[in-house]
Each structure stands twice: as C-alpha cells, then as structure tokens.
C-alpha cells in the first residue's frame, strides 16, 4: 500500500490501524511486536545507560498522520504527542493540501557549525595565520571521522568572525562541517576540540569554548503547499486566515503562540524519530527572530485563483543515523514508516508537518474557533478515564456535549446509567 489518505483511521481499532501501517511500511513482525509492547520501547537497563540517576522510562502516545504527500510520495507521519488535536489537524490539513498535490519540499544537506572562541589574539593577524593553515586545520579536524571522510563528507571551511563583547573583542572560528546523514552533534564537538591546540599554536592565543552551533541556518528546510479555496471554506476564510497570519507576523504575543502550533507538528515527528527537540526549538525561535523582530515562521497568502497559500522556512538539523535511532528500537521502526532515506528527506516531512499543523490551527481559530475540537477529544478522554469501553465513548461523548456539561464526574454519571 503506498496511498497515506486512509479513510475514517481513527476510527479503526488498535489491530486495524497496525496493520495498515506495517501494510504501508513493510513493518517485520518483529518490528510489530516492539509496537505493542505497551513498555514505550526502551527497558529501564537501558534507560540506565543512557542518563544518570535513571529511576525508570516515561511513555508519551505515538499515532501517525494520515495524508501526507510530499514530493508527490505519499507518507504516514508518526507523531509522538501528549496533546490532543494535533495529529488529527496534522492528518486534516494535510487532506486539504491533497487536493492540490500535497507539498513541495527541500533541505539543504547537512551542514553543521562548530565554533571555536579564541582569546587573548591580535584579531588581524591571527585571521590571516588562521586563513593560511586552512588545509591543515581541516585535514586535522577530518582525521577525526574516518566515516565522514571516506564519504568524501567532513569538515570542509574554515571561516573566522569578530564579535565585539563588554569584555572586549573576540575571534570566532567557525567549521562547516558536512556531518552527511546525522544530526551530528558530537562528530562537530570532536572536531572543534581536536583543532583547538592547533589554532592556539599558530595565534598563540587561547581557546576558551569549543562547541557546536545549534543556530543551524546551513541546514535551512522549506515547505510550501496550495490549500483549495472551497476546501479552506470560501474567499472569506481564505482571507481571514491570511489576516490571521499577519496578527502573528506582526505581534511578539502571537507570533510565539503560532510558532508554538508549529511546532507541535514539528517536534511530535522529532520525539518519534529521536532527534534533539530542543535544538530544534532553540534554532527556530532564533530563526523566527532573524529579521531582528520575532515573527512567524510561515508565510500565508493567495494565489490568483484565490486558493491559500502556505509557506514554511526553518533551520532542522535532525538525522537519520547514530544518537537515539541506534538506541531506541521505536524511533528505528518510526523512521522505516516514514521511509527516509535522507536526514534531509526528514526535515522535508517535519517542515510539512509544521505547515500543516500550523494550518489547521489558524484555519480553526479563523472559523470556528479552537475549543469545539478541543472539547470533543477532552470529552473522549474524560469519557475514557471515567472507564468507559472504547464502544461506551461515543455514546457519552454526544450526550456531554449535547448538555455542554463536559466533567468527569458526568462522564462517570452517564457511564453508570449506560
Ligand atoms: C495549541 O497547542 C496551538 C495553537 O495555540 C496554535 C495557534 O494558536 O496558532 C492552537
């Protein structure tokens, strides 16, 4: 099966939509086991090893997305979540972006900046040494990963820039460092940290930090799609959601709460396939405030038929090989669903998954407002809490919601009488 657009998934029990998703992503029946495992992947023998003072494992829900095409490939977008609505918004607007091919994507490659803080230099003259043992430094710092560098990936410029400080002027060197299909944090740090000495030798000066740049704007992914005029709801909608996008762009306030309904596509597929969410979160906010204001992320406008149109630019610096992946068996299996074969086909699919989140979110508040979903799954999980049989919830859901009285206690109420 190749086609994402599942009808009616969420209303298909835990078997059924397993097995569409092992259908979809040729999942071994080894893999299938892991999923319903019910422990969230990891023991605690291995959560032991992986922090310190470990006293046990914290599970979060995993669900996929439904109708994502990207590239014109369609992809079901495991998201890993603990709130409601936003793999359903995520699975909705990507239906609508459908309907006019889904979303066009692209990720720069995978180039990751580690800076070194040098001291107590002449500036001038120590750029210009700097700049004249470029190869050394590169060859020194490609020493350090025989598996970039067989690749023909690794560190590749070497790059220098004055900061001014109330302590005084400093010299930033930078790498830029194809890290290939990782997110490669460490590969970065070990790199900065072998060249040091070296930079010290030929300035004389002292190397203080020596780390990566989560500021990744040379891993810049983007993601664009049509939303079908009638779909969105009308002219009027369109244009509504438009103004709603130039609240945010223009206000601090709002701009952080969309961001943030950005986000939640985003780093729900980040927690799924193991990546760093709060290096994702801390280079988009940045990115967010490049322009020297803080502004939205996305872009919303309409093309001349009138139909909405979705923009999406952030650094991502994810991947799809080494760090948790190697070590958290669902995050493995989450990135066989999506397919990828690239960490830059991965930022492809986070970013669409951020527009399309975002998308539904402004398209409910522009309409009719975020609480009426909202409710109707706070009143699936309250109906859920109560104790109520997954064939029970639907029944109590309705009657909640009918009587705009949505408690547990009425959910446990009307469990009683049913
Ligand atoms: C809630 O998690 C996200 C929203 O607040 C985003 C937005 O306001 O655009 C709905």
Not at 82 to 87: A, F, G, N, T
Not at 170 to 199: F, H, K, Q, R, Y
Request: proline share 2%.
């Amino acid at each position: 099966m190749s086609d994402s657009s599942i009808s009616k998934f969420f209303e298909k029990t835990r078997k059924e939509r397993l097995d569409i998703v092992a259908d979809f992503a040729n999942l071994s029946a080894e893999e299938l086991k892991i999923l319903q495992s019910n422990d969230g992947g990891i023991s605690f023998e291995k959560a032991d090893k992986m922090v310190e003072n470990a006293i046990g494992t914290f599970s979060l829900p995993l669900g996929v997305a439904t109708n994502f095409k990207i590239n014109g490939k369609d992809y079901l977008v495991p998201m890993v979540i603990e709130e409601p609505s936003v793999i359903a918004a995520a699975s909705k607007g990507a239906k609508i972006a459908r309907i006019r091919g889904g979303f066009e994507v692209a990720a720069d490659q995978s180039y990751s900046i580690g800076q070194i803080q040098l001291l107590d230099v002449d500036i001038k003259s120590a750029v210009k040494k700097i700049q004249e043992s470029k190869k050394e430094i590169l060859e020194l710092a490609n020493s350090k990963s025989n598996t970039l560098s067989k690749m023909d990936k690794g560190a590749k410029k070497v790059s220098c820039k004055e900061i001014d400080t109330p302590l005084g002027k400093m010299l930033i060197v930078e790498l830029l460092i194809d890290v290939g299909d990782a997110m490669g944090a460490n590969v970065t740090n070990t790199m900065c940290e072998a060249v040091s000495p070296l930079l010290e030798t030929i300035t004389g000066g002292r190397a203080l930090l020596r780390i990566l740049s989560n500021y990744s704007i040379s891993r810049i992914a983007k993601a664009k799609a049509v939303f079908d005029k009638e779909a969105v709801g009308g002219e009027e909608a369109v244009d509504d959601i438009i103004l709603a996008y130039q609240f945010a762009d223009n206000d601090v306030y709002r701009a952080v709460t969309h961001n943030k309904g950005i986000m939640n596509g985003i780093i729900a597929v980040a927690n799924a396939t193991g990546q760093d969410s709060r290096a994702i979160e801390a280079a988009a906010n940045a990115y967010a405030a490049s322009s020297g204001k803080y502004r939205s992320l996305s872009k919303w406008t309409k093309d001349h038929n009138g139909n909405l149109v979705g923009s999406l630019e952030l650094p991502l610096s994810v991947g799809i090989v080494g760090g948790i992946i190697n070590v958290h068996p669902i995050a493995k299996i989450c990135a066989k669903i999506l397919g990828v074969s690239s960490a830059s086909e991965l930022a492809g699919i986070m970013t669409a998954t951020g527009l399309a989140q975002n998308y539904s979110a402004i398209s409910a508040l522009a309409t009719e407002g975020i609480q009426k979903g909202h409710m109707r799954l706070h009143a699936r999980n309250l109906a859920s809490s109560a104790g109520a049989k997954p064939d029970q919830v639907d029944k109590i859901v309705k009657q909640m919601i009918e009587e705009k009285k949505i408690s547990l206690d009425r959910a446990k109420e009307l469990l009683d009488d049913i």
